[in-house]
């Protein structure tokens, strides 16, 4: 009797009570929205997302939305995560390196198909609960730095992606100089809680240009034609 | 008596100049827009007393001599601490999260009762010195309306003189002062230890202010945020809070050229009222590489030598050191900001290498308009500020004057130019794009109101990933521009968007943009389809005019349905905040007052055609002065210089002269109503029609003599807009005295709705349109008032 009631405890302890809401959010907001790359929408199965919002938010973790995480910064929504991931093309054997990492969610969707993540954030208050999260759910091979994010982190790279996730009014140079050939990089441009437009730099030997990409979500705004 | 009328008079500055201030404290701690929520809760505390005389007259009345020290005391205590319990943390509200977070709405109520309090504890005290000497009301009336504008002008000088959060404290003094002056012999002992104990409590909070919490995404709190980021200059004025922010992470080189490989140097940025005001760059001429000459900014430089510039609303200078990096030899920088442009030359000459006192740069501190309509000499450039926020700033600044962004704006900068001289004017690209739309527009207008029918000719555009810069040229573009064009864009991986010659293939060549449709909709701008782009797009993006000076408000009303359907019922809010913001707040007043107004009207049962007499007579008139007041306030802006100034000049010129008039109509027949309220109405359409031209031709004189002309233009209206209310006061009371508190509620109510009405009409219609229907409020309330049948 004993035993099988420590049996049932420990199965709802290491129950998710959030999987079917993630499952639910990856069909009807990310492939439902033509984001298609197989390990993305793996790893955004599996990634907690409650965990990385704050306590008071849980419930609201999985909704189609942005959510605020304290110094005036958010945790982007689910869409917006899948579909900047997606655009790098990340994959095993890849080191990517994020700019802003926020309480964590974007480096372990990374973490989880690719070999190294290095990710910076420059709120010290971020940047220490990020790091822990990160440690104790086990995404080991996400490196956490608190430090400006305009220098890149020269010593880990190149790198075979860059991901921005906070928005910046200028694209930093020492980043596309850690940009390997063929590298790419994602930029968002947008307020708090209205992410709009996603800028993607391409490298190719000297030749820079950038892409600005309009999420499938909003089809292009015209009317009358 | 004489002690009464002071007192009446120390507690209407101090409630007019606490309004002043909680304006002030708002736009630091969230934004500007709340102003209007300030106005409609100040004059809600108005309304709300009128109706708790009428329900609690008798009860009240029997103790009028111990509520009446007791509630002006009370009106300064609450003063000294609803900041604070705005501020605490179970009450403080972020407008960012009003959308997002539910439990906000209620802490946005909880702020508004708290604002609420004082307002209506010092407005209950007015009315019931009002109810009391209604034989004397023009007296109490006039030191009402004198009080209230010296608390205007007053409040301006507090600004300079202390912090913004020290302020609500020196205001508290005012009314607790004013309880002491009328304690009667008999409550002496039982009020002054009351009275005593509220001067200690504002003296505390004097010396110990509550700090004040800006909303997280607030641009200071977010930049304080950076590492060894540190306030190291501040300075509080009536312009707003200074505060110059340094840090070795702040960076500025906005839609920076990939082209670019150097480093950049950090920067001080300077914050008004913790907003972002500008980032401070050095005379750098001996530098080749600078980074301005890598953004978009660069184009007219790129296309011909610059001689003489002119940079409008120079802000913290980033222009007019570009100006001076490109080796122009007269440089003219115009910005309102006086503490701004001190910091400049003093605290900050070392950032900026003395920039401003160089001899090829000179500094006008005056409204960029009216330096446009004084000035007389031509130049090679004119630059305007950029465009929108990076990335948007959720239409925060959609109930924001721009008079430098008008049709008429551009038409005298036009002027201004030499036969080879340019407008330069800069835009963040947004999505949905609007703000490089209507830019475009404004330009395509001004050419055609100068009779010019091939704009391509006359425009260039460049883009980079996130910034289009557009230069219009008085002269069609060379052959040889079009060529440093090209050259620029090539060697700065920059698109060209508008040439003579275009090509739909360059156009997206470095910066590729997937949703092109912005090419089509920047040709149909330019062809004849423009007014068919503008009533087709889901964005307003006619441009401005000096009527509806609202650049940054795109929103169509119609195209909320599609918009929501779009970007989701979250994201919607974001999109276009300030517009829903006012629109929500005119919603919350219009219930309030209903609550207020109409439903103790039903408990009192006033029957019969009276009771829609007293409502039209003296709604009409709450409407009507406010309408009028807010349109005078926006046209003495241009002439004045800056809206501050215009503000204090208008209101305390229409109470003073109001009061006066109010004064004066204690010995006149309330039988002259019906003529006062016809010369009324009458000559605030001879303004609407007639202040423009005047304003404008007398422009040029010197400051001083503008003063003194906006009080002889405002004195004449405004003493007569001072009679009515009292009068109708004395002829409703003649006939049914116990109705006065109502008329006194109904006016406040009134008062109350048409802070956010005339905003939305001004928004919506323009300034012409508040000043109509101003008349026709007075028309109305004396068709009804022409024979007062309140029985």
């Known amino acids: ?225 | 008596m004489v002690r009464l009328v002071i007192a009446v008079g120390l507690l209407s500055a101090a409630l007019l100049a606490f309004q002043l201030v909680l304006m002030q404290l708002l736009s630091i701690v969230q934004w500007h827009h709340f102003a209007y929520m300030v106005i409609s809760v100040a004059l809600l505390g108005f309304g709300a007393s009128g109706t708790f005389l009428a329900l609690a007259r008798e009860w009240i009345m029997k103790r009028a001599e111990l509520a009446l020290p007791l509630l002006m005391i009370l009106c300064g205590t609450a003063m000294a601490i609803v900041v604070g319990v705005s501020q605490s943390s179970g009450v403080r509200f972020d407008s960012y999260l009003l959308f997002v977070e539910r439990e906000q709405i209620g802490r946005l109520l909880l702020t508004y009762l708290a604002f609420f309090t004082p307002f209506f504890l010092g407005a209950l005290a007015v009315g019931i010195v009002f109810v009391r000497n209604v034989d004397q009301i023009g007296k109490f009336y006039a030191s009402n309306l004198l009080g209230s504008g010296l608390g205007g002008l007053s409040a301006v000088v507090l600004l300079w003189m202390f912090a913004p959060q020290e302020l609500p404290a020196v205001v508290a003094f005012l009314p607790v002062l004013s309880g002491l002056l009328i304690v009667s012999a008999e409550n002496r002992r039982g009020i002054l230890p009351v009275g005593a104990a509220a001067l200690a409590l504002s003296a505390y909070f004097f010396y110990a202010p509550s700090q004040l919490q800006l909303s997280d995404y607030k641009s200071l709190k977010r930049t304080l945020n950076l590492p060894h980021a540190q306030i190291v200059h501040e300075q509080s004025s009536p312009y707003g809070l200074v505060q110059i922010v340094s840090s070795p992470a702040l960076r500025y080189a906005p839609g920076l050229s990939l082209a670019y490989r150097g480093s950049l140097a950090n920067r001080d940025v300077v914050f008004n009222n913790a907003d972002w005001f500008g980032p401070v760059f050095a005379a750098q001429r001996h530098v080749t590489a600078h980074v301005l000459r890598y953004t978009t900014f660069a184009l007219p430089y790129a296309m011909q030598e610059r001689e003489r510039v002119l940079v409008l609303q120079a802000k913290t200078g980033m222009f007019v050191a570009q100006a001076f990096e490109q080796h122009a030899r007269e440089i003219v920088a115009v910005e309102a900001h006086s503490v701004a442009v001190s910091a400049l030359k003093r605290e900050l000459a070392s950032s900026t290498d003395s920039l401003f006192f160089h001899s090829a740069i000179s500094v006008h501190t005056v409204d960029p308009r009216t330096f446009l309509q004084s000035d007389t000499v031509r130049y090679d450039l004119i630059v305007l500020p950029t465009l929108d926020a990076f990335g948007g700033t959720s239409g925060v600044y959609a109930l924001q004057e721009q008079y430098l962004l008008t049709k008429e704006a551009f038409r005298e900068m036009w002027n201004k130019l030499t036969p080879t001289g340019a407008v330069c004017i800069t835009s963040w690209m947004d999505y949905p794009v609007r703000n490089p739309l209507r830019a475009l527009a404004t330009l395509v207008e001004t050419l055609a109101d100068e009779g010019i029918t091939q704009p391509r000719q006359h425009i260039a555009a460049v883009r980079s990933w996130g910034m289009v810069t557009f230069v219009m040229k008085r002269s069609p573009l060379s052959v040889q521009e079009v060529q440093n064009i090209r050259n620029f864009c090539s060697s700065m991986m920059f698109d060209p968007v508008l040439l003579p010659d275009i090509n739909s293939l360059e156009r997206n060549r470095f910066n590729i943009m997937q949703d092109t449709s912005f090419f089509s909709l920047v040709d149909g701008i330019l062809s004849d389809r423009r007014k068919t782009i503008y009533s087709e797009y889901d964005f307003n993006l006619a441009p401005s005019t000096d009527d509806q000076p609202y650049f940054s408000q795109f929103l169509k009303w119609g195209s909320v349905p599609r918009i929501r359907e779009f970007f989701g019922e979250h994201a919607f809010p974001f999109l276009e905040l300030g517009s829903l913001i006012i629109a929500v707040t005119l919603v919350q007043i219009i219930i309030v007052a209903v609550l207020l107004i109409l439903l103790p009207l039903f408990k009192k049962k006033m029957m019969g055609a009276g009771r829609w007499n007293v409502i039209l007579l003296f709604g009409g008139l709450g409407l009507g002065y406010m309408f009028v007041e807010m349109v005078l306030i926006q046209r003495f802006v241009l002439f004045l210089g800056h809206p501050i100034y215009a503000t204090a000049a208008v209101i305390g010129a229409m109470l003073v002269c109001s009061g006066l008039g109010s004064w004066v109509s204690s010995r006149l027949s309330p039988s002259l109503l019906t003529r006062i309220g016809l010369i009324v109405a009458f000559s605030i359409l001879v303004y609407a029609v007639s202040i423009t031209p005047i304003l404008h031709y007398s422009i040029t004189l010197p400051q001083w003599l503008k003063i003194v002309l906006t009080f002889l233009l405002i004195a004449p209206p405004a003493f007569v807009m001072g009679m009515p209310f009292p009068l109708g006061l004395r002829s409703l009371s003649q006939q049914r005295e116990g109705v006065i508190p109502w008329a006194w509620g109904i006016n406040g109510c009134m008062s109350v709705i048409a802070a956010p009405l005339a905003m939305l009409l001004a928004v919506e219609f323009g300034f012409s349109v508040v000043i109509v229907c101003a008349a026709a409020c007075y028309a109305l309330a004396f068709a009804v008032g022409r024979q007062p049948q309140f029985d």
């Open chain 1, 1 to 225: 009797m004993r035993m099988l009631l420590a049996f049932f405890v420990a199965v709802l302890l290491l129950s998710d009570p959030f999987e079917s809401a993630r499952e639910k959010m990856v069909r009807t907001q990310i492939a439902a929205r033509d984001v298609s790359d197989s390990a993305t929408l793996r790893a955004m199965r599996t990634v907690q997302r409650h965990r990385f919002v704050p306590e008071s938010w849980r419930d609201a973790a999985y909704d189609d939305r942005p959510l605020p995480i304290g110094y005036g910064q958010t945790i982007s929504q689910p869409y917006i995560v899948a579909y900047m991931t997606e655009l790098v093309k990340p994959q095993r054997g890849h080191r990517v390196l994020e700019i802003g990492t926020g309480s964590g969610y974007q480096a372990a969707v990374l973490a989880e198909i690719v070999d190294s993540v290095f990710t910076i954030e420059i709120i010290t208050e971020l940047a220490k609960p990020a790091a822990d999260l990160l440690k104790s759910l086990g995404y080991g091979n996400a490196v956490v730095k608190n430090a400006d994010g305009y220098y890149g982190w020269k010593e880990k790279g190149p790198f075979d992606a860059i991901v921005v996730t906070a928005a910046a009014e200028h694209i930093p140079p020492p980043l596309v100089e850690q940009l390997k050939d063929d590298g790419k990089m994602i930029i968002p441009v947008g307020t708090p809680f209205f992410v709009q437009t996603l800028t993607l730099v391409e490298k190719r030997g000297k030749d820079i240009s950038t892409k600005s990409l309009i999420p499938v979500r909003f089809v292009p705004f015209t009317r009358g034609k």
